[in-house]
Every structure is written in C-alpha cells, then in structure tokens.
C-alpha cells in the first residue's frame, strides 16, 4: 500500500488549504478508513481527523469547523479541507489509511502512511 499526499505550502494567518491523500496498492480502499495527523517540530504526531468507510468522521477538538475530511471512495482519496489558517496550524501533516470500523485517533494504531506534506502558515 501506498499513499501519496499533496496540496501543503506555505500560506497566510487566514488563508485555506486543500490537502489530498491517494492511496494504491492494486485494490479498493472504499472499505479502508483514513485519517490525517500532524507533527510540529519537537512535538508529537497528533490527530488532525479520521473519516470512515462510511463517511463517520472525528476531528481534534481544537480543530471543529475550521478543518473537514472528506473522502472520494471511487478515487481512493481522502481530503483535508483547511480553513482560516493559524500560525499554530504550522506542521508537517501526515495522512493514513487502515482496514478497520473504527478508525482511532492514536497514530501507533494505523497500517499504511504517506510520507507527509509540510503546511506552513506565516503570520
């Protein structure tokens, strides 16, 4: 399994951000649960959201109506919508992709991970 994330950058205190995370590996993810997380320099990988096969999704409570996963099963992608960018938002984000119900948010958890794409946002 594969899983190639794009759309990071550098961006302005206020500005959006639309993360995408493609997964291969010669069969259907639309089962598989995905989930993004994130890291800071010095800090822990952090849960950003997970969204199920069924479209159930968990954000970090810091994170509610400003952040929205979304998924496009026939295109084995998963999204990350990033609204009204902080400086704190500033991190190298990682997406995630498991066989399972019941995605979790700790990141020891999940399979398969892409190699992450670094989000920056300037004051």
């Known amino acids: 399994v594969q899983l190639q994330a794009s759309g990071g950058g550098l961006v302005r205190a206020g500005g959006s951000l639309r993360l995408s995370c493609t997964a291969r590996?010669?069969?259907?993810?639309?089962?598989?649960?995905f989930g993004w997380f994130r890291q800071a320099p010095g800090k822990e990988r952090d849960v950003v959201a997970t969204i199920n096969w069924k479209g159930d999704t968990y954000y970090a409570d810091s994170l509610k109506g400003r952040f929205t996963i979304s998924r496009d099963s026939a295109k084995n992608t998963a999204y990350l919508q990033m609204n009204s960018l902080k400086p704190e938002d500033t991190a190298v984000y990682y997406c995630?992709?498991?066989?399972?119900?019941?995605?979790?948010?700790?990141?020891?958890?999940?399979?398969?991970w892409g190699q992450g794409t670094q989000v920056t946002v300037s004051s």
């Open positions: 995630a992709t498991d066989f399972t119900l019941k995605p979790s948010s700790k990141s020891i958890t999940w399979a398969y």
């Open positions: 590996g010669g069969r259907s993810f639309s089962t598989y649960a």
